[in-house]
């Protein structure tokens, strides 16, 4: 996904940081290409919760979610692109950046395996 640096009327009342046009097909059919996400910046981000995470290649929108041994989650929205999911091993080697939780998609069951 790459970033657009266009500006984005945010709703007044909304509590959204920031916005995002999605570039791909991987937030579908929650986001589609195309759409535009709002974030709010400093959230905190639990299992099922969307992100925008930037892991020091490219900023991807993602399902958060950890497993019994700590292992970390980023899990595509659009499950045929499941071979986009990032896992992140507890022992940090791997380090990614939260930049926001996604608002107003509601609740996204975690998909099981």
Do not use: K
Not at 22 to 31: F, G, K, L, M, N
Not at 70 to 99: F, K, M, Q, S, Y
């Amino acid at each position: 996904m790459s970033l657009h640096t266009d500006t984005f009327h945010i709703p007044e009342g909304c509590s959204a940081s920031f916005a995002v046009t999605v570039t791909d097909r991987e937030c579908e059919p929650y986001i589609p290409r195309g759409g535009t996400a709002l974030f709010e910046r400093g959230a905190p981000i639990r299992d099922g919760d969307v992100g925008l995470f930037f892991d020091g290649h490219e900023a991807v929108i993602r399902q958060y979610c950890e497993d019994w041994a700590g292992n970390a989650h980023l899990l595509t929205l659009n499950r045929r692109r499941r071979e986009r999911d990032i896992v992140l091993p507890r022992d940090g080697r791997h380090a990614v950046c939260l930049l926001g939780r996604v608002l107003d998609l509601g609740v996204i069951a975690l998909p099981s395996r």
